[in-house]
T-cell receptor, first 112, second 115 residues
Framework: ELKVEQNPLFLSMQEGKNYTIYCNYSTTSDRLYWYRQDPGKSLESLFVLLSNGAVKQEGRLMASLDTKARLSTLHITAAVHDLSATYFCAVDDYDSNYQLIWGAGTKLIIKP | EAGVAQSPRYKIIEKRQSVAFWCNPISGHATLYWYQQILGQGPKLLIQFQNNGVVDDSQLPKDRFSAERLKGVDSTLKIQPAKLEDSAVYLC?????????????FGPGTRLTVT
């Protein structure tokens, strides 16, 4: 059974700082997705990572995938308040009709 | 391009009542998903459709939940009778094809409160 673990689950940081959210998964997969969810809102797709070594960047966010280590990272550079949200990673489970298996989410609070 | 539409946005019912949610996916998206998201948790897949056929409903509580996708487009999810633990946000998502590396696009969700 594919399991996805995110850490930390909660992160409070100051504006201007850098930090990384980690997403580990338990079985082979080479497709990983990062989503953002604002309070009371739906899920917004941020990144789709499709192969080992994939790196994608959008503004102050950069995501990478290491399929050998079964690890993805979401790096935040010089955080700003607008990035406060909950971030989820999800992994394609080839053994279960390509369902997405979701992490528990990382709640990120960025203080001015 | 219009996104995934859901209605209603909010619903409050008493336990043992019934409720139905509606979803219209992005045009051309063959795969449709219904998720349940309890506050503070990640989404939990309830049912997955490919066109108008069910791909996976292993986590759907079939004694009280039902879903259909007639004509392979719109979908409805019903709960009858509702329990207190059904209070959650119900999210509908769609993707272009099932076997491709395409991300899922989510609707705004329906927030259900069961009292």
């Amino acid at each position: 059974e594919l399991k996805v673990e995110q850490n930390p689950l909660f992160l409070s940081m100051q504006e201007g700082k850098n930090y990384t959210i980690y997403c580990n998964y338990s079985t082979t997969s080479d497709r990983l997705y990062w989503y953002r969810q604002d309070p009371g809102k739906s899920l917004e797709s941020l990144f789709v990572l499709l192969s080992n070594g994939a790196v994608k960047q959008e503004g102050r966010l950069m995501a990478s995938l290491d399929t050998k280590a079964r690890l993805s990272t979401l790096h935040i550079t010089a955080a700003v308040h607008d990035l406060s949200a909950t971030y989820f990673c999800a992994v394609d489970d080839y053994d279960s009709n390509y369902q997405l298996i979701w992490g528990a989410g990382t709640k990120l609070i960025i203080k001015p | 391009e219009a996104g995934v539409a859901q209605s209603p946005r909010y619903k409050i019912i008493e336990k043992r009542q019934s409720v139905a949610f509606w979803c219209n996916p992005i045009s051309g998206h063959a795969t449709l998903y219904w998720y349940q998201q309890i506050l503070g948790q990640g989404p939990k897949l309830l049912i997955q459709f490919q066109n108008n056929g069910v791909v996976d409903d292993s986590q759907l509580p079939k004694d009280r939940f039902s879903a259909e996708r007639l004509k392979g487009v719109d979908s409805t999810l019903k709960i009858q009778p509702a329990k207190l633990e059904d209070s959650a946000v119900y999210l509908c998502a769609s993707s272009l094809i099932r076997d491709g590396p395409y991300e899922q696009y989510f609707g705004p969700g329906t927030r259900l409160t069961v009292t």
